[in-house]
């Protein structure tokens, strides 16, 4: 297994990605560059009232973390379904800091422990609206917990696949990872392709962490994949990604033919492509991966991870480490998953 660096290097990278793209989340590319020039977005720029604002992406990474620490040091969630019982509690945790006028609901449905259990729920910086999506509001609003055999629902939006870095980070048998990953995701994502794309997600991450190149990593996970049926959507977009690295002169129209990443395999292919183009310069392959006319924190956030745990936190240019919200509490929650493991 590889070292701490990798670990903060894959938190804090999907979170630096996450920022990059923040502020252009919902602008064309057009839109881009009348805004910031022809190059495009070249650094952090205002969101949220400051640079380097992290949004809902890194918010529920954060939480699903926390959930999977206390899985293993908690007696009360043992096994798979106590894993993924931690993860939703800990989503819950996350849901009433978007909806703090709601607390007595939540209390009554959930019961006071699961809900402001945990310590995330202690930063205030956490309670801020940062454009979380449809499907994860409503989906843990239900008082329901989705799972692949009983869905929540039938949406195969990113908001799944963006928050599983902890799932690649916590298991080094890229099966199990996989495994869990697709569980976490269908806590909110019911559709096949959203909680696949985020399992093959954190197979990736787990087999980077172990030391494999990102190729191997690619090649295991489509293994996994072809274990699985309605992989299709899931497996057509890692293999465009894999062509077009391997073709073409990265730029944005490349990304197009992938797609926008507002969904679940879009995102994730435009994370693979991004990161296969870059090598190991980080601000090349997130700077490609957030200048786009798509959802440009959540691809900017997934490359970020990969390349993070690929190269570890030195890449990772230092301004933009710097002035990256809560970038010591994202240091800390790598250091918790990196203590739960060694
Ligand atoms: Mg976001």
């Known amino acids: 297994m590889k ?64 959930g999977l620490i206390l899985s293993k040091v908690r007696q009360g969630y ?5 894993i993924i019982s931690a993860v939703y509690h800990a989503l819950l945790r996350w849901l009433y800091t978007q909806e703090t006028g709601r607390q007595e609901h939540l209390i009554k449905a959930y ?31 239900s008082g329901k917990l989705g799972t692949i055999d009983n869905p929540i629902n039938d949406s195969k939006g990113c908001g799944g ?11 080094d048998d890229a099966e199990k990872a996989f495994r869990i990953g697709c569980e976490c995701a269908a806590l909110t994502h019911g559709h096949p392709t959203g909680y696949l794309a985020s399992g ?32 299709e959507e899931t497996l057509r977009s890692i293999d465009t990604a894999l062509e077009l690295a391997d073709k ?29 183009v870059a090598g190991d310069n980080f601000k090349k392959g997130l700077l490609l991966a957030v200048n786009h006319s798509g959802d440009s924190d959540s691809t ?22 710097l002035n990256l919200e809560l970038k010591s509490l994202i240091e800390e929650t790598a250091v918790d998953l990196f203590d739960q493991i060694k």
């Open 3 to 66: 070292s701490l660096e990798y670990f903060k290097g894959c938190l804090i990278g999907g979170a630096v990605g996450d920022a990059l793209g923040a502020p252009i989340e919902f602008m064309s590319l057009d839109q881009i560059k009348s805004s910031f020039g022809n190059e495009g977005l070249t650094n952090y720029s205002e969101a949220y009232g400051r640079i380097g604002s992290i949004t809902d992406d890194t918010q529920m990474t954060l939480f699903t973390a926390e």
């Open 78 to 82: 043992q096994g798979d379904a106590g």
């Open 111 to 141: 019961g006071t422990c699961s809900i402001i259990d945990g310590v995330l729920t202690g930063h205030k910086e956490l309670f801020s609206l940062r454009a979380p999506g449809n499907s994860c509001l409503s989906a843990l609003q």
């Open 161 to 171: 696949v963006m928050r599983m870095a902890p799932v690649g980070l916590m298991y």
């Open 200 to 231: 093959a997600f954190a197979s990736i991450l787990s087999r980077l962490i172990s030391g494999e190149t990102l190729t191997t990593a690619i090649d295991d996970s489509i293994s996994i994949l072809k274990c699985n049926t309605n992989n």
């Open 248 to 276: 073409a002169i990265p730029g944005p129209d490349i990304i197009a033919g992938i797609g926008e990443g507002w969904i679940a395999e879009e995102a994730l292919g435009i994370g693979i492509y991004c990161s296969l």
């Open 300 to 321: 900017g956030s997934i490359t970020g991870n990969l390349l993070g745990a690929l190269y570890g936190i030195d890449v990772i240019p230092e301004n933009w480490i």
